[in-house]
């Protein structure tokens, strides 16, 4: 069966950076394009950033880009999301999604936990 | 960038119909998916590409798309489908991923 088991949350000041990976298994990851999707806490969910299956295209949301980065290993099914220059806005619950194509037009079909990023001095 | 409104919340009363909205300019030339979210859970997709149910997914969930709003609808409301409900759909023209605001759905 799919699993995803997101790691690397925490609690980082303003400022700093924190590597978040997601762990996938059940399913050939180098076939699909991955996501990160937040959710802050109280509020829904906002999409953060896509890899294609051969990491060859990447889509970020406006709110991320320049400060944060996908990226995947295929060799090790983990795909992992750099976040740098963090402010309190970033801290919400991170999901790892898989898309259901290699593309970016398609939705989720399955979710990770999701790991905990706090950013607060 | 392309904006997907639901409304805040939605009631139902058990054995009744729940009728879910997301609402988008020319949402029906979209792809449109819904997911399902409990508390402290992660989502969990219900319809896919606007009326497609995984498996696993009863057939009380069913969905539809034209116009300028998609449907979310949930027959035959049981306790257990209380829960927030999210649509996706991907905009072309950024190319980004695009989440409505959500609906709680309360059953009284």
């Known amino acids: 069966q799919v699993q995803l088991v997101e790691s690397g949350g925490g609690v980082v000041q303003p400022g700093g950076s924190l590597r978040l990976s997601c762990a996938a298994s059940g399913f050939t990851f180098s076939n699909y394009g991955m996501h990160w999707v937040r959710q802050a806490p109280g509020k829904g969910l906002e999409w953060v950033a896509f890899?294609?299956?051969?990491?060859?295209?990447?889509y970020y949301a406006d709110s991320v880009k320049g400060r944060f980065t996908i990226s995947r290993d295929n060799s090790k099914n983990t795909l992992y999301l750099q976040m740098n220059s963090l402010r309190a806005e970033d801290t919400a619950v991170y999901y790892c999604?898989?898309?259901?194509?290699?593309?970016?037009?398609?939705?989720?079909?399955?979710w990770g936990q999701g790991t905990l990023v706090t950013v607060s001095s | 960038s392309y904006v997907l409104t639901q409304p805040p919340s939605v009631s139902v009363a058990p054995g009744k119909t729940a009728s879910i909205t997301c609402g988008g300019n020319?949402?029906?030339?979209?792809?449109v998916h819904w997911y399902q979210q409990k508390p402290g859970q992660a989502p969990v997709l219900v319809i896919y590409?606007?009326?497609d149910r995984p498996s696993g997914i009863p057939e009380r969930f069913s969905g539809s798309n034209s116009g300028n709003t998609a449907t979310l609808t949930i027959s035959r409301v049981e306790a257990g489908d209380e829960a927030d409900y999210y649509c996706?759909?991907?905009?072309?023209?950024?190319?980004?991923?695009?989440f409505g605001g959500g609906t709680k759905l309360t059953v009284l």
């Open positions: 590409y606007d009326s």
């Open positions: 999604a898989k898309g259901a194509t290699m593309t970016t037009v398609t939705c989720f079909d399955y």
């Open positions: 890899i294609q299956y051969d990491g060859n295209n990447k």
């Open positions: 996706q759909v991907w905009d072309s023209s950024s190319d980004h991923q695009v």
């Open positions: 020319n949402i029906g030339s979209k792809s």
